[in-house]
């Protein structure tokens, strides 16, 4: 390319287009923030922002009430509430959280009425064995503070070793 080709000519056409790089594309930028700014908020006209909206969404889940409900005997209640503080078996809660890996051996769990595998482990007591389902040991985790109380794991633990030659009550 030749010296007359070009389109800037004298020094001051090159500052000029030096200027112009650096400024066109912060003007457009500007105005680009601009528009984006005062366009329409699609949240603008919506009910989310009112003061009941906000109450509402920040409001509890439940409520307690201590008065007795209308047309409801209270012997219902007493079974309802029976029903909810009773206990699990230990079947029911070896079935429920113990069976996926002591049925199996997964994660080199030992099977339930595998006698062998489970005597030294009953040499350890029922204490030791129960801690350890409660607070996770090797592949096992924790199982306490979930959906069972300590004492339903604690039948479950009874359950998994009696039916691997233990005796326990």
């Known amino acids: 390319m030749s010296e ?7 020094p001051k056409d090159l500052i000029l287009a030096i200027l112009a790089a650096f400024i066109l594309p ?18 603008s006209n919506s009910d989310a922002y009112t003061e009941e909206a906000i109450e509402e969404r920040l409001s509890p889940l439940g409520k307690i009430s201590t008065q007795p409900l209308a047309g409801v005997d209270g ?15 230990g079947e ?6 113990c069976a996926a890996c002591h049925a199996a051996g997964a994660l080199n769990a030992p099977k339930i ?9 009953l040499a350890q007591g ?6 350890s389902a409660l607070n996770g040991k090797g592949s096992m ?7 069972h109380s300590d004492d339903e794991i604690q039948r479950a633990v009874i359950y998994l070793l009696n039916e691997s030659g233990g005796e326990f009550k």
Do not use: C, H, M
């Open 113 to 121: 009425g595998d006698i062998d595998t489970w005597k030294p482990r």
């Open 92 to 97: 029911e809660v070896y079935t429920a959280r």
């Open 141 to 147: 985790g924790a199982q306490k503070g979930s959906q």
């Open 126 to 131: 029922l204490d030791a064995l129960v801690y």
């Open 26 to 43: 912060i003007v457009i930028i500007v105005l680009l923030t601009q528009f984006v700014g005062f366009t329409k908020n699609s949240t």
């Open 4 to 10: 007359s080709e070009t389109p800037i000519k004298t």
């Open 75 to 89: 012997s219902e209640i007493n079974k309802a509430l029976v029903v909810k503080t009773s206990l699990a078996t």
